[in-house]
Structures are given as structure tokens and as C-alpha cells.
């Protein structure tokens, strides 16, 4: 099953490429928010922003309300346990805290 994980931009670490480190539950890990900037949202107008984040991309801009139900219903799944232990494995591998 693929997922999109709700997640919230914390900083901007390449506007040119462009990558973000994104917090999910905790997680965090960078990932390309090319799929949501524009000239009205530039890279640097991200922080703060939440995303649902699929495969390494940010995939589209939601509310923080709707993150936060999105996140407990997956909690209460338990699907966001698997995803999250892959993402903890990738950061420690990757050296990145």
C-alpha cells in the first residue's frame, strides 16, 4: 500500500534543487517540494507548511487540522508504524538527526 504521510516543513535546505527537511511524527528527512512551489509559493514561504509526503516528494499542501486527523487515523490504523520505522532506518543510515 502506498501512503501519503502528512508532515511539516521545518526548513529549506536547497531552494535550487529543491529540497526540505520535513518532520513526520518526529522523522525527520528531506524531501523535493518541486511539486509545490510556484511563483505565489515560492521555496522559502514553505516553512512551516504542512505536505502529505509520498516517496521522498511532497506531494501536495494540507491544513494542519487536516494533518492532524490524517496522523491519528493512521496511528489508529497502524499503518504509520511501518512507514515511520522505514524512515528512522533511512536517517540513521544516512547519518542525518
Avoid: Y
Avoid at 531552494?15 to 505565489?40: F, K, S
Wanted: aromatic share 2%; with cysteine.
Amino acid at each position: 500500500m502506498c501512503l501519503g504521510i502528512p508532515g511539516q516543513i521545518v526548513e529549506i535546505r536547497d531552494p535550487a534543487t529543491p529540497m526540505a527537511l520535513v518532520d513526520v511524527a518526529g522523522v525527520r528527512r528531506e524531501v523535493n517540494i518541486a511539486c509545490i512551489i510556484d511563483d505565489e509559493h515560492p521555496p522559502e514561504s514553505c516553512i512551516g507548511e504542512w505536505v502529505l509526503v509520498h516517496v521522498g516528494f511532497a506531494m501536495s499542501r494540507i491544513d494542519p487540522e487536516e494533518a492532524r486527523k490524517t496522523l491519528a487515523l493512521l496511528e489508529e490504523l497502524g499503518e504509520v508504524q511501518e512507514e515511520l520505522a522505514i524512515m528512522r532506518e533511512t536517517q540513521e543510515l544516512a547519518g542525518q538527526r
